[in-house]
Nanobody
């Protein structure tokens, strides 16, 4: 029974920061690729950042240098530190894990005001 629960979204001014958290159950973090997707109104869902079971990270070009993904094996959690936020970062952010099968959480809304 895989479950991903996101938290940490909210309203922030452009240039500010937020830290998103994802609490996972029913997975083995050390074996899984975990990450964050986002979907803005009128746009397709896109991959924002991932971290593999081996610790390798990858980021979308639009967030490189501003966002940092991390994980905590003991807490079965993955985090997304978002700095220098821009209005175009406004979206619903979804936690993701690939094992035992592709799973997304319900999402948390991030709104960045100009």
């Amino acid at each position: 029974q895989v479950q991903l629960v996101e938290s940490g979204g909210g309203l922030v001014q452009a240039g500010g920061s937020l830290r998103l958290s994802c609490a996972a159950s029913g997975i083995i973090v050390s074996l899984s690729t975990m990450g964050w997707y986002r979907q803005a109104p009128g746009k397709q869902r896109e991959l924002v950042a991932v971290v593999t079971g081996g610790g390798t990270t990858n980021y979308a070009d639009s967030v490189k240098g501003r966002f940092t993904i991390s994980r905590d094996k003991a807490k079965k959690s993955v985090y997304l530190q978002m700095n220098s936020l821009k209005p175009e970062d406004t979206a619903i952010y979804y936690c993701y894990v690939n094992l035992p099968f592709d799973t997304w959480g319900q999402g948390t809304l991030v709104t960045v005001s100009s």
